[in-house]
């Protein structure tokens, strides 16, 4: 399907994900990491510690390079390997507790403006709201899990 030829929603949740990634790209040079460990730094915020292999899993790169994503946030100071209470011989990396409080500075403004938006529609156009972001959720997780 063209551009041309895409229906509103659509044009507009293509101009949200362009905008998101911008936001991505400015959140990651006010904490100064990369698109790598910055999207390892999510996950260790969303999910709390993690194991080397299961972030490396997450991002979808090998344990030697999650090393080295790892060694960068550590040497930054954005994240800390702690010994694994389960694994006498593992590690656990956690985000550090300022590069989290310097991540939700930038996002939680952001977040909660857009959280306010629902609070201009009534409830019945709320509810259409939901379920059409519902099935596109759907439809997109439908295309990555191909």
Sequence with gaps: MQADRMRAPTVLLREILEISEEFERRLGRHLAVNPTDLSAMEHLIASGPLSPGELARRLGISPAAVTTVIDRLTAAG??????????????????APDSVAAAMAQLMPMIGDIDRVIDEFDEQESAAIERYLRRVVERYRAHVDD
């Design 78 to 95: 954005h994240a800390a390997r702690t010994p694994n209470p389960d694994d006498r011989r593992g590690v656990l990396v956690a985000a």
